[in-house]
């Protein structure tokens, strides 16, 4: 017997049907992405961290003389290189997840760039706020470097955004009101400075047998679950356009 289609339960479904249909990220698969695309940036963070390493060995060991000769010729090409190769094995992995949504190509390369910009202006700025304050004066009091601190962990925050930006321009092409995007970067690097400040604390818990090694390893693990479990919230959130 065929369904009426103007019944209430026809009505329903086609309306429950449709809501589905308004996400960038459909409700039903909301579980499964959030954990796939996760674990595709936690398995990104390590790979492109190990890979990071290996290149920098590499170079250093293949460099012509004439250029290993100058430290920090050297230190800017390796640097370099290695910090392009973490930025694209990272931006890989959470492509590979995102390749059912929209072009994970698009996605890979944004995200390649904006993290190699939001790297570079935060290393910048960090490292220009604490020779300010070391020129300021060498014994600073606790007030002082708390405030440093603090302007060095914003500046850090709000590195963020050119990482957002550089997706945003990506997600504009597929999602509604993008522009709240660019500022989900930063909304995960808050929670990477709180992650800092918690693992400050751990060390009176931790034994001092292999002390930082342990919590450099929980450091990493934890950051690398915050940037997928952050942005994988963001674009469940988005509408398609």
Excluded at 46 to 57: D, F, H, N, T, Y
Excluded at 177 to 186: D, E, Q, V, Y
Excluded at 220 to 230: K, Y
Aim: glycine share 6%; net charge positive.
């Amino acid at each position: 017997m065929p369904t009426d289609s103007n019944s209430p339960a026809a009505v329903a479904a086609n309306q429950n049907e449709a809501n589905q249909g308004r996400y960038l990220i459909p409700p039903f698969q909301r579980r499964r992405f959030c954990i796939q695309f996760t674990f595709m940036t936690i398995l990104g963070w390590v790979g492109g961290g190990i890979a990071s390493i290996a290149l920098e060995k590499a170079i250093i060991n293949n460099l012509p003389m004439m250029i290993a000769e100058n430290a920090i010729a050297a230190n800017t090409i390796t640097k370099t290189i290695s910090s392009i190769g973490f930025a694209v094995i990272f931006a890989l992995a959470q492509a590979f997840v995102l390749r059912r949504y929209f072009s994970s190509g698009l996605w890979m390369l944004a995200t390649s760039v904006g993290w190699l910009l939001a790297n570079s202006v935060s290393t910048a700025w960090i490292n220009y706020i604490l020779s300010t304050a070391s020129s300021i004066n060498q014994g600073l009091s606790a007030d002082a470097a708390l405030f440093w601190g603090f302007l060095s962990t914003f500046s850090y925050i709000l590195s963020g955004i050119w990482l957002g930006m550089c997706q945003w321009s990506v997600l504009r092409l597929y999602a509604a009101a993008a522009w709240r995007w660019n500022f989900i970067p930063s909304i995960a690097f808050v929670w990477i400075s709180f992650l800092v400040w918690l693992l400050s604390l751990l060390p009176d818990v931790i034994p001092a047998f292999n002390q930082q090694l342990v919590l450099y390893i929980i450091g990493q693990f934890f950051t690398a679950m915050i940037l997928g479990i952050v942005p994988a919230m963001g674009l469940c959130s988005l509408l398609r356009k």
